[in-house]
């Protein structure tokens, strides 16, 4: 598929799996020959999808790989149900659901914040269907040595999610802690998250997904560096030296738990390094997935 034809529109897919009507993203080279998959797990945060995530990266990737951006559940156009378990296990088994209603048998991940907790519970919990993970300042198995937690991008993300009437300055303060370069929040950027931040079916969802990890009974579930151990696909751990909501420290104990984990930093890069060290980032993530 040309690379001007990957639009919203035309990549977008639904699919029934885990009793969930679950909303992805797919494009890839259409040669007519299978590629290997890969899975884009995105990120939480006001307004966070798939596409919102990684849509600019999908005609590079799509190049080389069938690949998909799956909007999680609680995010985007997929369903927004009551959890009944801890949220990184409750995506994962709609994920590896939707893997088997699409006849994907094995895929490399790219985690993305939330979605690395997701994909780092996909690979414990469904490990034959992981090939690689790529995580980007990964939740769940980050632990921060020196930073101090809640740190200031969870803080901005409270205080919107809290609100009873979050507003336009709220959503860009949070969305400016994302990035070291404050020119990435744009105008239209800010609009275009805000148009489905304020949807009441978005902060139910939103709402649901941040019960989950306010549940005591499964607060032991999403602490995964206590079995990051277990891991044994080979993990790319990438992340932005001027991360404020995940901090650099947090990628140590990962490094160090992981048993086949390698770690790449990228300068002058804060939460969202696929926009911007998207070349960098493209780069990095097609040769580690391709040898």
């Known amino acids: 598929m040309a690379e001007a034809e990957l639009t919203h529109a035309s990549t977008s897919r639904i699919a029934k799996a885990?009793?969930?009507?679950?909303?992805?993203?797919?494009?890839?080279?259409?040669?007519g020959h299978p590629a290997?998959?890969?899975?884009?797990?995105?990120?939480?945060?006001?307004?966070?999808?798939?596409?919102s995530n990684f849509g600019r990266n999908l005609p590079v990737f799509a190049e080389h790989f069938?690949?998909?951006?799956?909007?999680?559940?609680?995010?985007?156009?997929?369903?927004?149900?009551?959890?009944?378990?801890?949220?990184?296990?409750?995506?994962?088994?709609?994920?590896?659901?939707?893997?088997?209603?699409?006849?994907?048998?094995r895929a490399h991940f790219v985690g993305?914040?939330?979605?690395?907790?997701?994909?780092?519970?996909?690979?414990?919990?469904?490990?034959?269907?992981?090939?690689?993970?790529l995580l980007m300042g990964p939740g769940g198995v980050s632990v921060n040595l020196f930073a101090p937690d809640p740190t200031e991008g969870i803080k901005r993300l409270f205080e919107f999610s809290a609100s009873p009437e979050p507003?336009?300055?709220?959503?860009?303060?949070?969305?400016?802690?994302?990035?070291?370069?404050?020119s990435i929040v744009t105008d239209e950027l800010v609009e275009e998250r805000w148009a489905s931040a304020n949807d009441p079916d978005t902060r139910l969802g939103n709402a649901r997904m941040g019960a989950s990890f306010a549940e005591p009974a499964w607060a032991e579930?999403?602490?995964?560096?206590?079995?990051?151990?277990?891991?044994?696909?080979?993990?790319?751990?990438?992340?932005?030296?001027?991360?404020?909501?995940?901090p650099l420290d947090g990628a140590f104990v990962a490094l160090k738990t992981?048993?086949?984990?390698?770690?790449?930093?990228?300068?002058h890069c804060g939460h969202w390094a696929q926009v911007e060290r998207a070349d960098e980032f493209n780069r990095l993530a097609l040769d580690f997935f391709s040898h």
């Open 18 to 31: 885990a009793g969930l009507t679950l909303h992805y993203h797919e494009a890839g080279p259409g040669d």
């Open 36 to 51: 290997p998959v890969v899975i884009m797990l995105h990120g939480g945060g006001p307004g966070a999808s798939g596409w």
């Open 66 to 105: 069938r690949t998909l951006l799956v909007d999680q559940p609680c995010y985007g156009r997929s369903d927004k149900p009551e959890l009944d378990k801890d949220y990184f296990s409750y995506s994962a088994d709609a994920v590896a659901a939707l893997m088997d209603e699409l006849g994907i048998e």
């Open 112 to 133: 993305n914040s939330l979605g690395g907790g997701t994909a780092v519970r996909m690979a414990l919990n469904h490990p034959g269907k992981v090939a690689k993970l």
């Open 167 to 182: 507003t336009k300055d709220q959503l860009r303060a949070f969305l400016g802690v994302m990035s070291y370069d404050p």
């Open 221 to 246: 579930d999403v602490m995964l560096w206590r079995e990051a151990h277990r891991i044994t696909q080979p993990v790319l751990l990438t992340w932005g030296r001027e991360d404020r909501v995940n």
């Open 258 to 267: 992981i048993p086949d984990a390698r770690l790449h930093v990228f300068p």
